[in-house]
């Protein structure tokens, strides 16, 4: 039912949402199993319930955002609420408050993601927020001038790109593309228009990247954006696909495509597919300068390259 599988994991250990979850259905333990049992043991089958769909997420699957937490958790926001998203759809125990688990945090929120220094970033309006796990990370808000110098407020959606590590922000009818090792960040190039991604559609409401795809998402339908090819991917039933039958489990919803399969442009040979979008740098790299201009306080880190599948080594502390 849903788009990605963890796959078998030996070490697999339930985390407190689960543990939660399975407690609220089936209630604590009450009895212990340490010593020796005091009468003979019998087995018995039982068969789980199916997990509830969940009525607002598949009567209204528009969100404002998702994202991947660094403890490797998906989440979807709406309005004052999340979900933890799970391989079977929505994880048991939600919808919870936004501002329960993320203090500080406002609802409403336009967009969020997750740089592979662990640090997830939340924007809305004009402002945003750093948090490490679920803990804010210093004093926040912060103007988005300020901290994404060259990013516009109001912003639809933003995702790190695997194809080169970049951020790419997205409004209306265009994208910014956000390189925090280049002083200025935003070349003078930019914005353009998001047609340039082939088959994706403007005024997205959310997006986030899992094993070499990226995944944006409109309204109640879903693009599967193939990060190799450049291209909306090429699946049966075709995209845009079901929100709610692909990523939160209602199995009621329609599971076949949704809406206009023939997404090419009608002149799709006046201009590339990716024009502008794996453009080479201009060696402005600020790595060896120490004014680091417009970007503030950006700092070169030496951990980890592959996390959240970026490949530069540049981390943001703005």
Known sequence: ????????????????????????????????????????R????????????DSELCTDPKVDTMFNSAEGHMYAFKGDYYWRLTADG??????????????????????AFTYKNGKTYFFKGSKYWRYVGKR???????????????????????TVWTGNGKIYFYKGTKFWRFDPAQKPP????????????????????????????????????YYRFNDRTFSVDVADPAFPRSTAYWWFGCRSA??????????????????????????????????????RGDVGDIILDAGEDAAFGVSNTWLLHT
């Open 1 to 40: 039912m849903a788009p990605f599988y963890r796959g078998y994991q030996p070490y697999f250990r339930l985390d407190d949402d689960d543990i939660q979850g399975i407690q609220a259905l089936y209630g604590k333990k009450t009895t212990s199993t340490s010593g020796v049992p005091s009468g003979p």
């Open 42 to 53: 019998y087995t018995t089958t039982t068969t789980a319930p199916p997990s509830e769909e």
């Open 90 to 111: 929505v994880a048991v125990g939600y919808p919870k408050l936004i501002s329960h688990s993320w203090k500080g945090l406002p609802g409403d929120i336009d967009a």
């Open 136 to 158: 804010m990370d210093g004093d926040y808000p912060k103007e988005i001038s300020e901290g994404f110098t060259g990013i516009p407020d109001n912003i639809d959606t933003v």
């Open 186 to 221: 935003v070349k003078n190039t930019y914005p353009k228009l998001i047609s340039n991604w082939e088959g994706i559609p403007d005024n997205l409401d959310a997006s986030i990247v899992y094993r070499g795809y990226t995944y944006f998402f409109k309204g109640d339908a």
């Open 254 to 291: 329609n599971k076949g495509t949704l809406g206009n399969v023939q997404w090419l442009r009608e002149n799709p040979e006046d201009t590339f597919p990716h024009d502008g979008i794996l453009e080479p740098d201009d060696g402005d790299s600020v790595e060896n300068d120490d004014r």
